[in-house]
C-alpha cells in the first residue's frame, strides 16, 4: 500500500455566494489512475483547478506526501511535481515539436551572449521522450505540431510532463474530442505514465475511457463526491447511473441502441 502523493481533506469551494465543491476528500497514488466522473457543471474542472494552484480552497486541506501543503499558485503547483495537461495538449500550433517540448526552459549551446536555442538537441531530446512514449510515427522535432492529431499532441503534452519530472499527472477530458483510435492511444500513454509510477487523475465523462485505463474512481454529481470505489466494484451501467444520479441511464442508453440496431 502506496501513500498518497496528493490528497484533498474536506476541501470546499465557494465563489462568493455559489456553493461549487462540498467536503470533498480524495487521494491520489504513485501508479495509480483516479477516474474523476461527472456530467457537464459537476465541479471537475474547479476541482482541478484546486489541484493545480489555480484556485484555492475556501475551506480544507491540500496534502503532499502526507503533509499539508497549500498550492499558491500554479507555479507553486508545478514545483510539487504536479503537471496538468489541458484539451488540446494546450501546446503552439506553429511551433515545431522541439520547440513546443522546450518552451521555457531550451538546451542552449555558447555561451553568454553567444548562446543560441540549440534546435538539434531540443529536436533529438523531444523525439526520444515522445518515443519512448510509444509513439514512434513522431521522428522529426522539426514537425509543427499544428500538423499533428490531436492524439498526437495530447501524447506530446504527457511526454513533456513525465520528461520534466511529473509526479501527479491531471488530464482534463484529454479524450472528449476524440476518435475511436486516437482515445485509444491517449489511453494506453495513460497507462505508460501509470507504469512508470506517474499519479494519474483522469477527468472524462465517458465511461468506457474511464474503465479502460482507472484503479480508483470518484463520481462528483453536484460538486459532491456521490460515490468512490475501486475497479471491479461496479458495472458499467452502474457507473453511468452514478453519473446521472442514479436516473436510469444505461437502460435508455440500452434502448437507443437497440433501436439504432434496428433502424
Ligand atoms: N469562477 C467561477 N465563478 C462562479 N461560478 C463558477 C466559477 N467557476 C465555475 N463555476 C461554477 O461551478 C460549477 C462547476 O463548474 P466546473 O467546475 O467547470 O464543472 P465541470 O468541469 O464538471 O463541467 C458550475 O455551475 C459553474 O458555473
Ligand atoms: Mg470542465
Redesign the pocket.
Given at each position: 500500500m502506496s501513500n498518497p502523493i496528493l490528497a484533498l481533506r474536506a476541501v470546499n469551494k465557494s465563489?462568493?455566494p455559489?456553493d461549487?465543491?462540498h467536503d470533498i476528500t480524495l487521494e491520489v497514488k504513485a501508479g495509480e489512475v483516479l477516474c474523476l466522473l461527472?456530467?457537464?457543471?459537476?465541479?471537475?474542472?474547479?476541482?482541478?483547478?484546486i489541484m493545480s494552484g489555480v484556485?484555492q480552497p475556501s475551506s480544507g486541506v491540500i496534502e503532499i506526501d502526507g503533509v499539508a501543503c497549500p498550492l499558491p499558485s500554479p507555479r507553486a503547483a508545478s514545483e510539487q511535481g504536479i503537471a496538468t495537461v489541458h484539451q488540446f495538449g494546450g501546446t503552439f500550433p506553429l511551433m515545431s515539436i522541439g520547440r513546443s517540448f522546450f518552451v521555457g526552459v531550451e538546451p542552449t549551446k555558447g555561451w553568454g551572449p553567444f548562446k543560441v536555442y540549440d534546435r538539434r538537441r531540443a529536436n533529438a531530446i523531444a523525439v526520444k521522450a515522445v518515443q519512448e512514449f510509444g509513439i514512434t510515427r513522431i521522428d522529426d522535432g522539426d514537425r509543427l505540431v499544428g500538423g499533428l492529431s490531436g492524439g498526437e499532441r495530447q501524447s506530446l503534452a504527457i511526454a513533456r510532463a513525465v520528461h520534466f519530472g511529473a509526479r501527479v499527472l491531471i488530464l482534463?477530458?484529454p479524450t472528449a474530442a476524440l476518435g475511436v483510435k486516437q482515445a485509444t492511444h491517449v489511453l494506453r500513454i495513460v497507462n505508460e505514465a501509470k507504469r512508470r509510477g506517474l499519479a494519474v487523475v483522469f477527468?472524462t465523462?465517458q465511461v468506457m475511457h474511464a474503465m479502460a485505463v482507472g484503479d480508483h474512481f470518484a463520481v462528483?454529481i453536484r460538486?459532491a463526491v456521490a460515490a468512490d470505489f475501486k475497479k471491479g466494484e461496479k458495472t458499467r451501467e452502474e457507473i453511468t447511473d452514478l453519473m446521472a444520479g442514479g436516473a436510469s441511464m444505461a437502460s435508455l442508453e440500452a434502448e437507443i441502441e437497440s433501436q439504432m440496431a434496428q433502424a
Open positions: 465563489f462568493g455559489i461549487v465543491l461527472g456530467d457537464n457543471g459537476a465541479g471537475k474542472s474547479t476541482l482541478i483547478k484556485h482534463d477530458e477527468i465523462h462528483l460538486g
